[in-house]
């Protein structure tokens, strides 16, 4: 038995069928070539205006990007613009500018008080001192000062108040007495150095430096050393004094005169050859009852 090769129907179905395949014209593959290669096909495609569109569209992407916060930022102004406008603030703003005045007008009110009341202290202190003075002086001075001159030679005494000298006439005298224990009376003038008894009479002392040249006093250690009380024609002044110095009788022309009272009512002249203080008694008492120092009438 012979065994034959039988070849596949799928075979010769294409053997069959297979259309016949026409070689190419190698004149139109030429022509092709040369078109291609004088042809720009890049400009064709529009590669560049493909490009800066794209370009145009990313940058125009990435501003709208960017102008989001921006928007946000004006739309937050414009917020805060808004949220100012509201008539909350207004009306609180209003509230406190009224209220600010009161406490203005209240305080100038208070300043001008003040003054006021202080002026009138001072107006008040000061006519009550002047009226005090002019009472003193006007009730106790004498209305005119009349000299003490003598025409005939008189007798004086000398006495010693802290290295001063001072003369006295012996007939406007009132006495001599010993310093003792004084008593220091409550609303006396600084020059007052206290009550003296002697013989169940009082009479009042002064602190005659204190009197006369209170500038001059550095302490109170002076005051131990006064020993003797002048006293003044029948009044109950007494000067206080160190030390008694003796009497002498004075020719009238050994005095310088004095013809006004001047500042110094207190003094009635001046011994030339002692160069001390003649003393005008009844000014003096005068002086005193009216509470005045030396520096009283400067």
Known sequence: MQLHYAEPESYQYSEMYSPALEAPNLEDVQRLLSQLESTNVVAELGIDDIL???????????????????IE?????????EIQEWDIEEDSVSAIE?????????????????????????????IETETELETEAGAKLPDA???????????????DVNDVTFAVPLDELGGIHRITELNHLIGRPAWYLGLQTSREQQFDVVDTAKWVMADKLRDEDYKENYQYVVMLGESMWGLASNQLMGTETLN?????????????????????????????VQALIDMLNAGLDVKSLN
């Open 145 to 159: 000062w009349e000299s003490t001159q003598r025409s005939e030679d008189f007798q004086v005494l000398y006495f």
């Open 98 to 126: 009224i209220e600010q005045p009161e406490p203005i007008r209240v305080q100038p009110e208070v300043e001008v008080v003040e003054p006021k009341f202080d002026a009138d202290v001072e107006i008040e202190q000061r």
């Open 73 to 81: 930022i004006e739309a937050a102004v414009e917020a805060v613009e």
């Open 252 to 280: 009238i022309d050994k005095v310088r005169w004095r013809e006004q009272a001047g500042k110094r009512p207190w003094l009635a002249g001046m011994v030339k050859e002692k160069m001390c203080a003649l003393i005008h």
């Open 52 to 70: 800066e569109q794209n370009t145009i569209d990313i940058a125009a992407e990435a501003k709208s990007i960017i102008q989001e916060p921006v």
